[in-house]
T-cell receptor
Framework: RKEVEQDPGPFNVPEGATVAFNCTYSNSASQSFFWYRQDCRKEPKLLMSVYSSGNEDGRFTAQLNRASQYISLLIRDSKLSDSATYLCAVNPGGYNKLIFGAGTRLAVHP | DGGITQSPKYLFRKEGQNVTLSCEQNLNHDAMYWYRQDPGQGLRLIYYSQIVNDFQKGDIAEGYSVSREKKESFPLTVTSAQKNPTAFYLC???????????????FGPGTRLTVL
């Protein structure tokens, strides 16, 4: 089993839709969790950090479920500009070695 | 302007040549990292450094080398021993290592290396 797993998608949704991605992790000692957005051929950019049960920033909500060992990202009222790959990253503890999932691709269409 | 810079943006190398990728940050971050990304895959850690003059191997260090002589600089050398070096290389930094709330990693724009 991979340390961090994501559904690769693609998720094809119309503008205005609500979409959710999950990311599961295998190490129960993991302490920090992150969602990054990566546009085609660009670097990942931090979207949200999740240190406790959840975090909300405008249309984006991240939640952490420690019991089931997953984090989720909810995007409400999808925009065309939300089209990108969303990477989940987990710090398994100790030194800051982030483990990345392979990413989930989102395509928002008119 | 604060941030992380990487150069060059594109790099072409002949087989058997060593190349060095530059990474500089002016964020005063202690920790720096090198990742490799292949198409359709997540990022894989090559090397990381918690502090000046110290660095550790990541998950795929074979065929790579690094140095950390200055806090702001963490160059990566891709040696001829790296069997499949064509990839997108990303440098990142974080304020502190291993401390929740200060361990967020920020990325440079990347270097795309192609071996001819």
């Amino acid at each position: 089993r991979k340390e961090v797993e994501q559904d690769p998608g693609p998720f094809n949704v119309p503008e205005g839709a609500t979409v959710a991605f999950n990311c599961t992790y295998s190490n129960s000692a993991s302490q920090s969790f992150f969602w990054y957005r990566q546009d085609c051929r660009k670097e990942p950019k931090l979207l949200m950090s999740v240190y406790s049960s959840g975090n909300e920033d405008g249309r984006f909500t991240a939640q952490l479920n420690r019991a089931s060992q997953y984090i989720s990202l909810l995007i409400r009222d999808s925009k065309l500009s939300d089209s990108a790959t969303y990477l989940c990253a987990v710090n398994p503890g100790g030194y800051n070695k982030l483990i990345f999932g392979a990413g989930t691709r989102l395509a928002v269409h008119p | 302007d604060g941030g992380i810079t990487q150069s060059p943006k594109y790099l072409f190398r002949k087989e058997g040549q060593n190349v060095t990728l530059s990474c500089e940050q002016n964020l005063n971050h202690d920790a720096m990292y090198w990742y490799r990304q292949d198409p359709g895959q997540g990022l894989r850690l090559i090397y990381y450094s918690q502090i000046v003059n110290d660095f550790q191997k990541g998950d795929i260090a074979e065929g790579y080398s690094v140095s950390r002589e200055k806090k702001e600089s963490f160059p990566l050398t891709v040696t001829s021993a790296q069997k499949n070096p064509t990839a997108f290389y990303l440098c990142a930094s974080s304020r502190e290592a291993g401390m929740p709330s200060t361990d967020t990693q920020y990325f440079g724009p990347g270097t795309r290396l192609t071996v001819l």
